[in-house]
């Protein structure tokens, strides 16, 4: 058996996250990941208040075990989503795509844990001074938004650079990244893609087939000239992006526009032209969907041969 401190920390089976996935990551994901003995993440994304509020709540009749909220914080209703994780004091917030010291007080005084997404060792000692109780150290091979850094160069530094516990996440898949992750000092992992197919995952069904049969080279990073990069897959609409991207004559304007709402068209509608299929490296190592007991419970009892046999390197 795999377990660790952020096991006893928040109060899970296995040491592993299901990533915040926006218009993705809804109760019945998360319920199902923590009824198999993760953390499961409902994804604020851009939602409002009162639509997250609902999922909670559809959460909390799904399970009896601890789960997790995803803040984005650059959702326009970023202020009301703060509150609201604690008034309804969720067992864990994530946070990504910026800085979330401002609303820490109010999430550590509710008795939240509060574990940040990290993409560098700056902001891993800032959240830390600022009270957090551990930190997701993402690299690159993410899907999303995404920092500049790999997992493999990361992990190890946000470990070395603080004091709390480190939950890396990027480009994982499977008990060979579980185990590699922990030999780079990490005391968990968090996954997204893998469980963007879990059976329990609502998404639609165009999403999770593209994930399936994508190979290695099939994602693309879009969006840095606006300064916040993001993984998809290969699509029109991502090729379409990456052409205006290098086109001088776009505007930063219409950039921005270009993107909008095309999360939801590919999560909800499953628009294969227009849709932003968000999605990390790891996508060519994800082959079927199962439940999330399966992928935990396989996950699991590869970490532990892995992990077994790696004396064989030792003389
Ligand atoms: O946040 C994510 N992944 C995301 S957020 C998202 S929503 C979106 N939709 C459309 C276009 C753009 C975004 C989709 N995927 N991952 C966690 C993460 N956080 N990665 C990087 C960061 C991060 C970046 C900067 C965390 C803190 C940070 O602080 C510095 C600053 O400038 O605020």
Redesign the pocket.
């Known amino acids: 058996m795999i377990r660790t401190e952020i096991c006893d920390l928040v109060g899970i089976e296995y040491p592993i996250f299901q990533g ?3 218009w993705i990551a809804d109760a019945s994901l998360a319920s199902a990941v923590s009824n198999a003995g993760g953390l499961g993440i409902i994804a604020a ?2 939602a409002p208040a009162d639509v997250v509020e609902e999922e909670i709540h559809k959460a909390k009749a799904m399970t009896d075990k601890p789960f997790g909220l995803n803040i ?3 959702s326009p209703f970023v202020e009301d989503i703060a509150e609201l994780a604690a008034k309804e004091r969720v067992a864990v917030v994530t ?5 979330p010291t401002k609303y820490m007080p109010k999430w550590t005084e509710a008795g939240i844990k509060v574990i ?5 060792t700056g ?1 891993a000692k800032l959240v830390e001074r600022a009270g957090a109780s551990a930190v ?1 150290a ?1 690299g690159g091979e ?6 500049e850094l790999t997992t493999m160069t990361l992990v190890p530094q946000v470990v070395d650079a603080v004091n709390i516990p480190v939950i890396a996440a990027g480009g994982i898949a499977d008990g060979r990244g579980v185990a590699a992750a922990m030999m780079l000092g990490a005391v968990g992992v968090q996954l997204g893609t893998r469980f963007l197919v879990a059976r329990e995952c609502t998404v639609h069904q165009n999403y999770k087939d593209k994930i399936i049969k994508a190979k290695d080279i099939d994602t693309i990073s879009t ?1 840095k000239r606006l300064g ?1 990069p ?1 993984r998809s897959l290969k699509t029109p609409f991502s090729r379409n992006f990456f052409k205006m991207e290098y086109d001088p004559s776009v505007t930063n304007e219409e950039l921005e526009k270009s ?1 909008g709402g ?2 939801r068209l590919a999560a909800k509608e499953g628009n294969l032209e227009k849709g ?1 299929f ?1 999605a990390g490296q790891s996508s060519a190592m994800v082959k079927k969907e199962q439940t999330c007991k399966e992928i935990i419970k396989e996950i699991f009892e590869e970490t532990e041969k892995v992990l077994e046999g790696a004396d064989k390197w030792v003389r």
């Open positions: 915040g996935m926006a994304g851009n984005m914080l650059m946070t990504g795509a910026g800085l940040p997404v990290v993409p560098s902001i997701i993402e993410s899907g999303g938004h995404i920092g969006g916040h993001v993107g095309a999360l932003c968000m």
